[in-house]
C-alpha cells in the first residue's frame, strides 16, 4: 500500500458504521485495544525529529506541539488502529526516509508568515505565499528551505518519528516519495527557464472551507493527537505573467494544518491534491 493510498482510505471512511466493516476488513476483525495511556484531556508534549537536526536552527528553535490523549473510544480506537496498519506498512516510509530534505530558513525572498491561531487563516495565508513567486528573484532552495521553516510534525498513529518533519516539503518537491502526485512547484529546470523568462505568479479569490471528509471523520467522533491538526480545501485563481502576456489558472489544493515545529500557532503538515484548470 502506497503512503497516498493510506490517506485516501482513512479519508474515505465516513461514518461509524462504515469505520466497523473498514477496520474489520483491514485487521481481519482481529487486534485488541491499545494499551490505558496518560490522563485523557491532558496537554503532553511529543517528540518530534526536525529536517535539519536537534535543537536550534538557523535561528529557529522548535516549538512542541499542542498535544492531546483522545479518550479512548471504540471510535478512536478503530480509527487508529486502522491507520497503524495502513500507514506503517507502507513502503513509501523507506523512501520518504531516504530523500533529502533541506533545513529550515527564511529570508527576504522567503520571509516569516504572520502567527496564525485558526487553521483557516493559516491556510490562506500560506498558499498565498506559496503561490506568490518572483521566478527572477526567488529561488527554487529558497522556497525549500522556506517550506522546512514552516512545517507542522505528521503525528497521525503508524507515522514513525524519522518522517514526521519530512512530509511538508516531500508532499511539494519529492512527491515520489510519498507515493506519487500534482505539484504546484515547477522543475529545477522550468524554474531556471521562468527565471530566465521573468515569469511571475499571482493569486486571488482565495476561498478556504474545512474539508467535508474531514469534517466527517471529526463528527463520527475520532480526535487526532494533534488538537490542531485538521484538513482545509482551498481554491483560488492563479495568474502566471510573462513576455507581456497573463494566463489565469483556477485551481484547488488540500492543505493539512497542525501544530507548526518551527515558530507558534499554525504550521503546515502537507499538501496534497493539486489540481488546476
Not at 11 to 23: D, P, R, W
Not at 263 to 268: D, F, I, L, N, V
Request: aromatic fraction near 8%; hydrophobic fraction near 45%.
Amino acid at each position: 500500500m502506497r503512503w497516498r493510498r493510506g490517506w485516501l482510505i482513512f479519508l474515505g471512511v465516513m461514518s461509524a458504521a462504515s469505520l466497523v466493516l473498514f477496520v474489520a476488513a483491514v485487521l481481519g476483525g482481529g487486534g485488541g485495544h491499545p494499551a490505558r495511556g496518560p490522563e485523557v484531556g491532558r496537554i503532553v508534549p511529543v517528540a518530534t525529529t526536525q529536517a535539519g537536526g536537534a535543537g536550534t536552527v538557523a535561528g529557529l528553535t522548535p516549538v512542541p506541539p499542542a498535544t492531546i490523549v483522545p479518550a479512548e473510544t471504540p471510535v478512536q480506537q478503530q480509527y487508529d488502529q486502522a491507520l497503524t496498519q495502513g500507514l506503517a506498512s507502507s513502503p513509501s516510509i523507506t523512501e520518504a526516509e531516504a530523500a533529502a530534505v533541506p533545513g529550515p530558513a527564511t529570508s527576504a525572498a522567503w520571509p516569516t508568515l504572520p502567527v496564525s491561531n485558526t487553521p483557516d487563516q493559516w491556510a490562506e495565508e500560506f498558499v498565498d505565499r506559496l503561490l506568490d513567486i518572483n521566478f527572477a528573484t526567488q529561488s527554487r532552495a529558497g522556497l525549500g528551505a522556506w517550506l522546512s521553516a514552516q512545517e507542522a510534525p505528521e503525528l497521525l498513529p503508524g507515522v514513525p518519528a524519522s518522517i514526521q518533519n519530512r512530509m511538508l516539503y516531500l508532499s511539494l518537491f519529492d512527491t515520489a516519495a510519498l507515493g506519487g502526485g500534482a505539484t504546484p512547484i515547477p522543475s529545477a529546470g522550468v524554474w531556471a527557464s521562468d527565471c530566465q523568462g521573468q515569469v511571475r505568479w499571482s493569486v486571488s479569490d482565495l476561498l478556504v472551507e474545512p474539508d467535508a471528509q474531514w469534517s466527517q471523520i471529526i463528527a463520527a467522533g475520532w480526535q487526532p493527537v494533534d488538537e490542531r491538526f485538521a484538513v482545509e480545501d482551498v481554491s483560488g485563481v492563479l495568474t502566471v505573467t510573462g513576455s507581456g502576456a497573463s494566463v489565469t489558472h483556477h485551481f484547488t489544493v488540500q492543505i493539512y494544518v497542525g501544530s507548526a515545529h518551527w515558530h507558534q500557532g499554525y504550521g503546515t503538515v502537507l499538501a496534497s491534491g493539486w489540481k488546476e484548470s
